[in-house]
Structures are given as C-alpha cells and as structure tokens.
C-alpha cells in the first residue's frame, strides 16, 4: 500500500482533485479501472475515461475535479512517471520469471510435454493440451483445452514498451505486468510469440490457428476462429475479429482493428482500421470488395 502524498513528494508531482483518497493498491489500465488503482493519461481524449482511481497526467492537460479521481499532474511524460512508479513499486523480482516448475504439470495426465520445456509460476494448462519441446511458457500465462503449442513458440514474453527519457537522455522500459490468455483449441506453429500485455491480458480466442514466425503484440485481442498464417506482425493492442483470414508476411499495424470476417491479402500492411465482412490488400491495405 502507498500513499499518495508519498508518491506525489518522491517524483515531484502536485495533487488535484478528492484527496480524501490517498491509498494505493495497485496498477491498472484505463479499461480496468479501480477504486485504489494507479493509471496514466495519454492525451486529453483519454481524460474521457476517467471514473475512478488515481491518474498521472501532463500539466498540458485540461483536468477538471471528479469525485473519487486524483489527479497526479507533471511537467515530464506521464508515461514514463508511470513506468518508473510500477519498476520501483510494483514490478516482481526478476527470479519471478526464471524459475521452472514443469514438474508440477508432468503430473498433470491430462495434458502432454515434451522435453526442454519453461513453464513458469500460476500458469494453468487445459485437458487435452499438447506442448512440444523447446517452448517457453512465462508466469501467469492461462491455457485452455485442447490447444497445441510447437516447437520453440514463447508465450509471455515481455514486449518492448520503450519511450525515451528526454532528462537522461535513455530508454526507459515500460514494465509488462499482464499475462497471455490461450481459449480453447488453438493451435500455435513453430517459432511464434505471443507477447504478455502491459497491465490486462493479451487474448487468442478459441478455435484459432497461428502459423509458424508470427508476432502477437501486446494487449492485442485474436477472435475466434481466426487464421493468421506465416510471418505475420500484429503490433501491440491490435485487434482482430472473428472468422478473420491474414494471409503471408502481413503487418498489422499497433492500435488497429481489423472487423470479423474479412480477409486480408498477402503481404499486405494495414495502418488504418478496416471494417468486417471485406477483402483488403495492399500497402497500405485497403478494401477492393466485400467478402460475401
């Protein structure tokens, strides 16, 4: 538990708003916001989203008083302040993600591993599920049944999250807390990443297939029953809809929707938000018909 006059004093932040609230508990997103939970403000739309909790912000921001808010405003990147807080504060030691307890799953005889195999801590693997050799299962990671996961694929490895520190003149790392969720029969090929979100849960849903040297980035959210084949890139907090077909070295850009059941080309990179039930291709793509 923090204070908040504590943090606001060690990082040179000034107060505003319902400071009969100063007790923090935890980080969150925007999306998952908590009573006694710490976020930041990207831009002045963001401001929007603002229910409840404790929120860094830039003092280039219009803020206006909410019950329930504070504000913790500086004069540098909210972002980085943010990062900095949870690296000092939040983030687990570095063994949390070292230690390999595959032997309490090799009891599991529902459930198939081969050799060479990191599976890290509270990781829960389903009925049914095949891991072949080589692959690296990171903390917090949920499986669900009857997925396959091949050889040399990781998933929760920690994404790159940099934003550089103009007063230091460095990177800084923005800390990735979240986990991977894997629904119910998926298949991941060879040499694939699935990448842990920053704070919430980067997501396959059930019945999806992914090809062997693809990269899903974190915070974003596969549909069911999708097909992303070969040497596909899906940029961090992306998100593809149901039934939705991605054909070779395709990339999506991060923060883009991609709509359900459409089909996206080969070798096609989409920087814009593309509707449902289209073919696009291209680079940039765009849509040349409906898929019907």
């Given at each position: 538990?923090?204070?908040?006059?504590?943090?606001?004093?060690?990082?040179?932040?000034?107060?505003?708003?319902?400071?009969?609230?100063?007790?923090?508990?935890?980080?969150?997103?925007?999306?998952?916001?908590?009573?006694?939970?710490?976020?930041?403000?990207?831009?002045?739309?963001?401001?929007?989203?603002?229910?409840?909790?404790?929120?860094?912000?830039?003092?280039?921001?219009?803020?206006?008083?909410?019950?329930?808010?504070?504000?913790?405003?500086?004069?540098?990147?909210?972002?980085?302040?943010?990062?900095?807080?949870?690296?000092?504060?939040?983030?687990?030691?570095?063994?949390?993600?070292?230690?390999?307890?595959?032997?309490?799953?090799?009891?599991?005889?529902?459930?198939?591993?081969?050799?060479?195999?990191?599976?890290?801590?509270?990781?829960?693997?389903?009925?049914g599920t095949i891991i072949y050799p080589n692959v690296v299962i990171e903390a917090n990671t949920k499986i669900g049944n009857n997925c396959i996961i091949k050889s040399h694929v990781s998933l929760g490895t920690e994404g790159l999250g940099l934003e550089l520190d103009k007063t230091i003149n460095q990177l800084v790392k923005f800390p990735q807390l979240g986990n991977v969720i894997l629904e119910n029969n998926i298949d991941i090929g060879p040499n694939s990443t699935v990448r842990r979100a920053t704070l919430d849960s980067t997501i396959i849903k059930s019945?999806?297939?992914?090809?062997?040297?693809?990269?899903?980035?974190?915070?974003?959210?596969?549909?069911?029953?999708?097909?992303?084949?070969?040497?596909?890139?899906?940029?961090?907090?992306?998100?593809?809809?149901?039934?939705?077909?991605?054909?070779?070295?395709?990339?999506?850009?991060?923060?883009?929707?991609?709509?359900?059941?459409?089909?996206?080309?080969?070798?096609?990179?989409?920087?814009?938000?593309?509707?449902?039930?289209?073919?696009?291709?291209?680079?940039?793509?765009?849509?040349?018909?409906?898929?019907?």
């Open positions: 538990m923090l204070k908040v006059s504590k943090i606001a004093e060690h990082y040179s932040l000034k107060l505003f708003g319902d400071l009969t609230i100063e007790k923090i508990n935890s980080v969150n997103s925007l999306d998952n916001q908590k009573n006694d939970g710490l976020s930041w403000i990207k831009n002045q739309k963001s401001l929007e989203k603002v229910k409840k909790g404790f929120f860094i912000v830039g003092d280039n921001l219009s803020i206006t008083n909410k019950k329930n808010v504070v504000y913790l405003i500086t004069n540098q990147s909210a972002k980085i302040i943010f990062s900095k807080i949870i690296s000092d504060f939040f983030s687990p030691r570095i063994d949390f993600y070292l230690k390999n307890y595959i032997s309490e799953h090799l009891k599991n005889e529902n459930i198939k591993i081969s050799e060479n195999v990191f599976i890290g801590i509270n990781v829960s693997i389903g009925d019945g999806s297939k992914i090809g062997s040297f693809v990269n899903i980035g974190h915070n974003s959210e596969i549909g069911r029953n999708c097909i992303l084949t070969c040497n596909i890139v899906t940029g961090g907090s992306s998100k593809i809809g149901d039934n939705t077909f991605i054909g070779l070295n395709s990339v999506i850009k991060n923060g883009i929707n991609v709509g359900s059941n459409s089909i996206i080309g080969m070798g096609s990179v989409v920087n814009k938000d593309l509707k449902s039930k289209i073919v696009a291709y291209g680079n940039p793509a765009k849509e040349i018909r409906k898929n019907t």
